[in-house]
């Protein structure tokens, strides 16, 4: 959505705010934020702060993909040192693993959504989830897709449905427990903790969307905020992101933390340039 924090903050500034049409803009009441998110950056917003490291959100050593993830992961942690960070190395979400997996609710909710989406919009209401996987509209790789098409047509549908969902408020009681305990100001880990698969993977069906160990699932799943800032590159110039994570509705931190981390490295690179469409007039 961004290609620089600021932008993003800009992005946010442009956005916030309470509307009487969109209930979830209560939020804004709720955090309490005043001035700009952009005016708030600063390239010392590091100094003196406390990052939690997330290990088990990270791959096994043993794997060459998670290796070279972790490789660049933990140099970027020398990247927050240097920026003023005091990294505090490990710290532990009780029963991680199983927070992400139980109270993931993509498949549960997506045809309901999606539906909804569609039905709203003239243009668009005589589709549906079930109608284009039914007429075989869609790319036969989008494994995502179908497995949304299997899901249920409502989320209340789902016997898990409700417990599901009273779990993610103990996910985010646990997380937040975990940065009160150490006085935290934010927690950090890879995006992912694998190289992003070859196309031949893909095809091979060694992955899929849902399998990949994404860790940006934490954040969402726990309704917390989160930014994914340049960590650097692996030896074959593979991009690397590093998350940052912090309290709920505490969004002017998390800018700061991740526009110090992003001055202290510069790691975005300019896509290369190419050759325009048009050559001599052909």
């Known amino acids: 959505m961004a290609r620089t924090v600021t932008d993003a903050a800009l992005l946010l500034d442009s956005l916030v705010g309470h509307d009487p049409e ?34 088990e959100a990270m791959g096994s050593a043993d794997d060459p993909s998670a290796a070279a993830v972790n490789t ?20 532990v979400i009780p029963d991680l693993a199983h ?17 909804t989406f569609l039905a709203q919009r003239p243009e668009l209401s005589h589709l549906s989830v079930q ?33 599901k969902y009273i779990a993610r408020e103990a996910f985010q009681r646990e997380v937040v427990n ?13 995006d992912v903790q694998l190289l992003p698969p070859t196309r031949k993977e893909l095809q091979t069906g060694k992955w899929t969307t849902l399998t990949f160990p994404t860790n940006t699932l934490i954040a969402s799943q726990t309704w917390m905020p989160a930014i994914s800032i340049p960590a650097g590159f692996s030896d074959e110039g ?14 002017a931190s998390l800018f700061r933390l991740g526009y110090a981390l992003e001055q202290a490295t510069q790691h975005r690179r300019l896509p290369e340039s190419t050759p325009p469409l048009v050559q001599d007039g052909v």
């Not at 935290?184 to 890879?190: A, K, Q, S, T, Y």
């Open 99 to 115: 927070y992400i997996e139980y109270t993931s609710l993509y498949i549960t909710h997506s045809k309901h959504d999606l539906n």
């Open 178 to 190: 975990v940065m009160a305990g150490h006085s935290l100001d934010g927690l950090c880990f890879p």
């Open 72 to 91: 660049v992961f933990d140099t970027a942690l020398e990247a927050l040192r240097s920026a003023g960070a005091e990294v505090v190395d490990p710290v």
């Open 131 to 163: 109608a284009i996987h039914q007429d075989k509209r869609f790319h036969e790789e989008l494994d995502l897709f179908i497995a949304i098409a299997g899901g249920p047509d409502n989320p209340e549908d789902d016997t898990e449905y409700f417990r």
């Open 238 to 251: 593979v991009p690397v992101g590093l998350e940052l994570v912090t309290l709920p509705y505490d969004e």
């Open 22 to 55: 969109d209930p979830w803009t209560a939020a804004h009441t709720v955090a309490r934020h005043q001035g700009s998110y952009a005016d708030g950056l600063s390239a010392d917003g590091l100094q003196g702060k406390r990052i939690g490291v997330v290990r």
